[in-house]
């Protein structure tokens, strides 16, 4: 479960980095950035909802902080 979660925060810097890059490069002429920021939302609610899940089904616990 922990190296799927790094898996998809890897992947949420990388839409975020490329919407930077996208960004700087075409100067708002496209949606490319549009498009990569909507990525990078779409993982973040997946991946919470997941960890949301997965607790619900006792894969992962609290640490109790």
């Given at each position: 479960?922990?190296?799927?979660?790094?898996?998809?925060?890897?992947?949420?810097?990388?839409?975020?980095?490329?919407?930077?890059?996208?960004?700087?490069?075409?100067?708002?002429?496209?949606?490319?950035?549009?498009?990569?920021?909507?990525?990078?939302?779409?993982?973040?609610?997946?991946l919470?909802?997941l960890?949301?899940?997965?607790?619900?089904?006792?894969?992962?616990?609290?640490?109790?902080?």
């Amino acid at each position: 479960m922990g190296i799927f979660v790094a898996i998809v925060f890897i992947g949420i810097f990388a839409s975020l980095g490329s919407a930077l890059f996208y960004l700087m490069r075409d100067k708002g002429g496209s949606d490319k950035t549009v498009n990569a920021l909507t990525v990078r939302i779409g993982l973040s609610v997946a991946l919470f909802l997941l960890l949301l899940f997965a607790h619900w089904m006792g894969w992962v616990r609290t640490t109790g902080f």
